[in-house]
Antibody, heavy 116, light 107 residues
């Protein structure tokens, strides 16, 4: 059974940093591109970032470019999202997903709240 | 960036109805278009990819069509489990973008 489990969500002050993790099981993680997406409570979905497999190429939404960094550790079957210079508008549930282009399998999400 | 616009934003329907949701792209995405279903408090679930390919395990009452800039998701006969919010997403070019969502409500 495919499982993606996000962790690391928390309440953080504006300007602060946070690192999210997504641990995968039941899949051949090292062969799959991965993405992060987010959803502010009660609002729609926003794609955040994607990382490929072969060369680890990364892509970002304009809203997070230069502040967020996606990475992966295939030896630990884990995806990361380092979030710096956090803003109130970054408050959301953050989901990781396997990503062939479409976001195929999703985790349950972790809540990030940016507030003073 | 490619803008995705769904219509309607809210749709009221009854069990057994046939419903269609439309997604329009601000420029061609060829067929790189996915549809998702999301229920309250849950993560989204992939229904259709490449505009018309049904994801494994998704009931056959769901279907997708379209290309370039106009796409539709059709549910042939609504079931109680189908009342949810639906999103389209393009993955033709970065940044990937979602539509704003269509909430399917019970009439």
């Amino acid at each position: 059974e495919v499982q993606l489990v996000e962790s690391g969500g928390a309440l953080v002050q504006p300007g602060g940093s946070l690192r999210l993790s997504c641990e995968a099981s039941g899949i051949n993680f090292g062969t799959l591109a991965m993405s992060w997406a987010r959803q502010p409570p009660g609002k729609g979905l926003e794609w955040v970032s994607r990382i490929t497999v072969v060369d680890g190429t990364t892509h970002y939404a304009d809203s997070v470019k230069g502040r967020f960094t996606i990475s992966r550790d295939d030896s630990k079957n884990t995806l990361y999202l380092q979030m710096n210079s956090l803003r109130a508008e970054d408050s959301a549930i953050y989901y990781c997903a396997t990503c062939s282009g479409s976001l195929d399998r999703w985790g349950q999400g972790t809540l990030v709240t940016v507030s003073s | 960036d490619i803008q995705m616009t769904q219509s309607p934003s809210t749709l009221s329907a009854s069990v057994g109805d046939r419903v269609t949701i439309t997604c329009r792209a601000s420029q061609s995405v060829t067929y790189w278009l996915a549809w998702y279903q999301q229920k309250p408090g849950k993560a989204p679930n992939l229904l259709i990819y490449r505009a018309s390919t049904l994801e494994s395990g998704v009931p056959s009452r769901f279907s997708g069509s379209g290309s370039e800039t106009e796409f539709t998701l059709t549910i042939s006969s609504l079931q109680p489990d189908d009342f949810a919010t639906y999103y389209c997403q393009q993955y033709s070019s970065y940044p990937y973008t979602f539509g704003q969502g269509t909430k399917l409500e019970i009439k």
